[in-house]
């Protein structure tokens, strides 16, 4: 799992900001909101811009386009610290807005496996002979991670830390919801032709509170369209409502056995009753998942789904505070986080 990421000058981001999941409050509520963090910020203080540069090591390992231009005035700095079982495992990288990679290292449980300097074509390798292999890089190519190239060009055991890495990183994503409100997927139809498929999706509407029946009919033409079964079948896309559409776009993106997922805005189409049924949607149907969301809706800071721990500040600065460290006072249970931030107590933090 993603212990702590640290970006800067990336973007609006000059300075470092880091998200850090192992800093946790000594609360004994809501620990199955730990792997969370809901991000409220108000607008233009970089929320998609965090998310993107949160993404931008999926771009880097899995050759996923990430549309995050980094700062062209210098080399953006990344620094990724995770924990696989017993491994700490830390991966730093800088690189240009023209993907040009500056320099990439790796180490392993305090120990540096390699250290690349591109801009002085400067190697070091030494490290490598603690992961079994003794394949060297030549590239001339500075858009091309030695990490990417090592773990494809290796033969590894399925329990080894690299794989691990790579996987979780393979299953990152980041999710705006509502750009595609009025579209089917036909892809999505097509997967809805199975019946378990249908039905877990109709389960999903109907837990966040839209009771419906659906049908799935195949036209003349071999298309599939979804309806809502009533007195008789009505048009799915057609007629839904835009919260309800909100939510066949954020069902249809979501992948399987995630590891992490950055929420952008995801409440934006919600009432705030139907945003909290889906934050206790994610906490049942992915506990192993790391969550970030996005948010302006002030009805969540509560701590009868969160916790002052896991829910964050984002500043016009670029700092990024956890509710808890925003104030001198000692946040328990019974304080109402939403009262205390309308009437101002985090504003230095903003």
């Not at 292999?133 to 991670?145: A, E, P």
């Not at 999903?204 to 509170?209: C, D």
């Not at 992948?255 to 950055?262: A, D, E, G, W």
């Amino acid at each position: 799992m993603l212990k702590r990421f640290t970006v800067r000058n990336y973007k609006n981001f000059k300075d470092e900001i880091s998200l850090d999941f192992s800093k946790i409050g000594e609360y004994s509520f809501n620990e199955d909101c730990l792997s969370m963090r809901l991000i409220y910020g108000r607008n233009t203080t970089g929320k998609t811009n965090f998310g993107r540069a949160l993404l931008d090591i999926k771009s880097l390992l899995c050759g996923m386009q990430n549309s995050g231009l980094i700062n062209e005035a210098g080399a953006a700095k990344f620094k990724y610290e995770f924990k696989f079982n017993n491994d700490e495992v830390v991966y730093k990288y800088s690189r240009f807005a023209n993907t040009e990679l500056c320099d990439e290292e790796l180490s392993i449980n305090g120990k540096a496996i390699f250290k690349c300097d591109f801009k002085n074509n400067k190697f070091d390798f030494q490290g490598l002979d603690r992961m079994n292999t003794n394949l060297y890089f030549m590239n001339d190519n500075h858009t091309l991670s030695f990490l990417r190239w090592f773990i494809h060009n290796s033969a590894f055991s399925d329990d080894s830390v690299l794989i691990q890495l790579f996987e979780y990183v393979r299953k990152m994503g980041m999710i705006t919801v509502g750009h595609d409100l009025l579209y089917s997927n036909r892809n999505f139809l097509e997967d809805l032709k199975n019946p378990v498929y249908l039905q877990s999706f109709e389960d999903f509407l109907n837990l966040m509170g839209i009771e419906c029946k659906l049908i799935l009919q195949e036209l003349p033409d071999g298309q599939a369209e979804l309806y809502f079964s009533q007195n008789k079948l009505v048009p799915f896309y057609s007629t839904a409502s835009s919260g309800t559409l909100a939510l066949t776009s954020l069902y249809q993106k979501i992948v399987s056995n995630p590891s992490l997922i950055y929420l952008d805005d995801f409440d934006a189409f919600y009432h705030y009753e139907m945003a909290e049924k889906l934050i206790c949607y994610f906490k049942n149907k992915y506990p192993e998942c790391q969550l970030i969301m996005t948010s302006h809706n002030t009805n969540l800071m509560t701590n009868k789904i969160m916790r002052p721990d896991c829910l964050c500040l984002l500043s016009s600065r670029g700092t990024l505070t956890a509710f808890c460290d925003a104030t001198e006072r000692e946040l328990r249970e019974g304080h109402n986080l939403e009262k205390m931030y309308i009437s101002g107590e985090f504003e230095k933090y903003e």
